[in-house]
């Protein structure tokens, strides 16, 4: 299912939660901002809605009946390359890993603010909008950096002769880091560049999608092609001239 021109009707956005009350919440916050909020409870129904009609972006909920979100999610990436965000009550690394790696563009602890998941709704929905800004008109077509090359109008990364299966926000870290190889990019820096929200210093995904990008690109922590890790201060993609110098 194509997604609908984000700049010419209201964002679309279905949330697949069986916390009902929560659902109403969301859509009495959302609807007055200008969104059209859909809802589903199960996870068969959820999988069904979305696949059937064009949404902007879906929050899904990890744990509900029928189906669990991370199985949805699964099932979605078959068929559709709509922006997930997805809800968790549980916080541990290992189910935030699991839905990165399954194609999940964000995640947020059932615990957020209104103000968060508003701002968390429209970066994943800025990051897939088809709508191209001026400056990125102007940005080259294709960033090569060794063997891997980076085409920010496509919005595609090939690595040898192999195309990457990248979230949207896992191209926009590479994406940033590539047009900063040779520079050291701290967390935040990356969380205010390609995400576009204010995070709690002590929030930790943008190395969560470090990881998961370094699996996709092959690269290893220890003996880093790619991408170097600096302790305590953020990452740097690797420019192999300067290491060969």
Not at 201 to 209: I, L, T
């Amino acid at each position: 299912m194509s997604l609908p021109e984000s700049h010419s009707v209201s964002p679309r956005i279905l949330l697949i939660d069986d916390d009902k009350e929560l659902c109403r919440l969301v859509r009495d916050y959302l609807e007055p901002l200008g969104y059209e909020v859909c809802m589903e409870h199960t996870g068969p129904d959820g999988l069904d809605r979305v696949l059937a009609e064009s949404f902007h972006a879906v929050i899904l909920d990890v744990m509900l009946p029928g189906m669990n979100g991370l199985e949805v999610l699964q099932r979605l990436r078959q068929h559709s390359d709509v922006p997930v965000l997805m809800l968790t009550a549980r916080g541990e690394e290992p189910d935030r890993i699991a839905g990165l790696e399954m194609g999940a563009d964000d995640y947020l602890p059932k615990t957020f603010s209104t103000r968060e998941l508003l701002a968390r709704l429209r970066a994943v929905i800025r990051r897939t909008s088809r709508v191209q800004t001026a400056d990125e008109a102007e940005l080259p077509r294709e960033l090569t950096v060794g063997e891997l090359r980076v085409q920010p109008e496509a919005r595609i990364a090939i690595l040898g002769d192999r195309k990457l299966d990248l979230s949207a926000l896992e191209f926009d870290l590479l994406l940033c880091l590539a047009r900063a190889r040779g520079r050291v990019k701290s967390r935040e820096q990356l969380l205010e560049e390609v995400a576009e929200r204010n995070y709690d210093v002590f929030d930790r995904s943008v190395d969560v999608h470090i990881w998961s990008l370094r699996k996709k690109l092959g690269d290893d922590a220890r003996n880093p092609k790619y991408i170097r890790t600096f302790r305590s201060v953020g990452y740097m993609f690797i420019n192999p001239e300067h290491e060969a110098s």
